[in-house]
T-cell receptor, first 114, second 113 residues
């Protein structure tokens, strides 16, 4: 199985920086994804880490430490449109079949206030 | 660009009724998935498929069946709907290669009364 934990809710101010943490325990780890999901919409891909370190994509960065089972998503220069849920997901590869599956945490609902 | 398309978008069922949710993708992906999303539970994997003609169980498969007769389509069936199956269902495809993500459909909101 897998255990993926992230905070339930966070609030931050427009223009600020916010860090959303995710810890995981799983076998067959083969990458960590962050998705954004606005209310009533589908999840959309934000970032992906398979090796340790920081990946930067514009205002969004994601960090991974495989030895610690830890990742974070960093959002800079927050905008009102960043109010959404942020989903941490672990890709597991099953040794027997080679199949890849994606398992999600419960999500962090971020509210950006003026 | 269609991507992943789910039908229907909304449905209300009575307990005991059956229905099929259709997922279609036009990205030539081998892998397809069905998830359900409930408040406080996150996305949970129901069934998945690694290619045409193959299916496998995920975390919460009970009460659901799936079929992948064509590569581009992945069907999710509820034979006898129960109120516990009230949820938002998402289909996804992709995730095959090391650095590729899964793409999600827009979801189906199902209510079982």
């Amino acid at each position: 199985g897998q255990n993926i934990d992230q905070p339930t809710e966070m609030t931050a101010t427009e223009g600020a920086i916010v860090q959303i943490n995710c810890t995981y325990q799983t076998s067959g780890f083969n990458g960590l994804f962050w998705y954004q999901q606005h209310a009533g919409e589908a999840p959309t891909f934000l970032s992906y880490n398979v090796l340790d370190g920081l990946e930067e994509k514009g205002r969004f960065s994601s960090f991974l430490s495989r030895s610690k089972g830890y990742s974070y998503l960093l959002l800079k220069e927050l905008q009102m449109k960043d109010s959404a849920s942020y989903l941490c997901a672990v890709r597991r590869t099953f040794f027997q079949t080679g199949a890849n599956n994606l398992f999600f945490g419960t999500g962090t609902r971020l509210t950006v206030i003026p | 660009n269609a991507g992943v398309t789910q039908t229907p978008k909304f449905r209300v069922l009575k307990t005991g009724q059956s229905m099929t949710l259709l997922c279609a993708q036009d990205m030539n992906h081998e892998y397809m998935y069905w998830y359900r999303q409930d408040p406080g539970m996150g996305l949970r994997l129901i069934h998945y498929s690694v290619g045409e003609g193959t299916t496998a169980k995920g975390e919460v498969p009970d009460g659901y069946n799936v079929s992948r007769l064509k590569k581009q389509n992945f069907l999710l069936g509820l034979e006898s709907a129960a109120p516990s199956q009230t949820s938002v269902y998402f289909c996804a495809s992709g995730l095959e290669k090391q650095n590729t993500e899964a793409f999600f459909g827009q979801g189906t909101r199902l209510t079982v009364v």
